[in-house]
């Protein structure tokens, strides 16, 4: 696929990860939240959590799942992302990473994977 058509995927992707997150309790902080090469997805709260979350698309789990397509300098680079996101907004709660792993085609599919990193 193009890169314009990944994008939009993408954008979709991430629609539904909002809107899964909003409707399971949780409030949307920001989107696509970038410092220097990172960037964040989603960053959500609830019940004092501050989570941030990768969304991962697939058309199909022939190649692996979604959830598993994240390299360690990847998530080395969501980890120092969100680390300015709470020194940023003074956060002092508690904080977790989350993938919303989400398949798309002959059947739809849309998990959360909650505290992924470290």
Not at 38 to 54: M, P, R, S, Y
Request: net charge neutral; hydrophobic share 40%.
């Amino acid at each position: 696929p193009n890169m314009a058509q990944h994008n939009d995927t993408g954008n979709k992707a991430e629609e539904m990860a909002a809107g899964f997150l909003i409707k399971n309790g949780y409030k949307i902080l920001d989107r696509n939240y970038v410092f220097g090469k990172g960037e964040i997805d989603i960053i959500a709260t609830k019940d004092n959590w501050l989570v941030f979350v990768e969304v991962r698309a697939r058309s199909e789990v022939l190649h692996g799942y979604p959830e598993q397509t994240i390299s360690k300098a990847k998530a080395g680079l969501i980890i120092k992302t969100a680390e300015n996101y709470v020194y940023q907004k003074n956060w002092r709660g508690k904080i977790r990473f989350d993938i919303i792993a989400i398949i798309v085609g002959q059947h739809f599919e849309i998990r959360q994977f909650e505290d992924v990193f470290f």
